[in-house]
């Protein structure tokens, strides 16, 4: 009998995105073995470098081939228009990228023997809903935008792809936090803080009454790695909200933390777009319950913001980085149609 352990690989769609650096780093940590996959629309404006030397595949997710799969165990999801604004940019490429392409890599990847499909789902799908109750993963759906309802499409369609020999789970992550090379600062808790500190004002563009629940990229990387990790029997065909204990804010708590992070900063309600319609508190019991022993999260929200402002120091971040591409997803894609570097279905002019 051999003695050989064989590492497990892992393939990360979106991994040079905001979330994927962090999750490559940690699963480079755990010794995992890792290939990235991502067409690298925001990539080249890194705040700093990572030592994650990879494999790396640049590619559009629709044109994804089973060779590219070959030898890979799992696959973690993450590619895809990740906003409201840009999914409304066009509906049918929003269709196309993160419903279609979704639903093709993961039958390419059954067909291609991969174990495991770890899908970065959204809670958008909940959209606007009765606040009285925190929302369990089984709660009605109500998708308001194109990205929201893409998310729910896939999941759905990927829970029929669930087998013993192919284990499909979703991640419904709150919107996220923290630090990374690739930051996002169109994500409501990042914008609050990256506001205190590069203006000394902090801009809230609703009444600051919907709720909205948080979690730290560190947190959301556990769980996806909970994915790989916990047994078949917990996470198969599975979907689970992801967040911390206590884990739903209003805009306004939220902004009154960006506020304790920047002291002196001022809490600035615009309410130009009228109160934001989008408001659901979410329970997480499942993922704290079912996969205790796999996903222990580990960030709040103050410890965050002086971790955020820590960050922007270092980086030396600025009103223009925050405000502008390629911290605002949206803008940065207009920026590459415009200077015709994206044709109009958003794939590279060669
Ligand atoms: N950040 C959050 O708050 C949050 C919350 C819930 C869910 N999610 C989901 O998690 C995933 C990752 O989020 P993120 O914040 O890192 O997003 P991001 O926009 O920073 O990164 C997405 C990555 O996917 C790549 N990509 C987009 N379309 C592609 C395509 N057609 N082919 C190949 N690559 C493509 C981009 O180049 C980018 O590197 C997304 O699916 C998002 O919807 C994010």
Known sequence: MSNVVRIMTILITGNRG????????????KGYEVVGYDAGYYAGNELYTTKNEIKQITKDVREIKEEDLNGVDVVIHLAGLST??????????????NFRATIKLARLARSAGVKRFVYASSQSMYGVADTDYELDEDAPKNPVTAYARTKWEAEQELGKLDSDDFTVTSFRPSTVFGPSPNLRCDIVFNSLVASAYTTGNIEIKSDGTPWRPVVHI???????????????????????NVGIPNGNYTVRELAEAAQRAVPGSKLKFTGEHGPDSR???????KILSVLKDYYKPEWDLDKGGEELIAFFKRVNFTEAQF????????????????GKKLDENLLWRT
Not at 20 to 26: A, D, W
Not at 219 to 237: C, K, T
């Open 323 to 338: 405000r502008g591409r390629p911290a605002i997803r949206l803008e940065q894609i207009k920026y590459l149609l415009r």
């Open 218 to 240: 560190k947190d959301v990387s556990r769980a996806f790695i909970a994915g790989i990790e916990a047994p078949r029997e917990l996470v198969g065909g599975q979907s689970f």
């Open 84 to 97: 409201d604004p840009l999914g409304e940019l066009d509906e049918r490429l929003t269709e196309e990228i």
């Open 279 to 285: 408001t659901y508190r979410v329970s997480f019991k």
């Open 18 to 29: 905001y979330i994927g650096p962090i999750l490559v780093e940690m699963l480079l940590a």
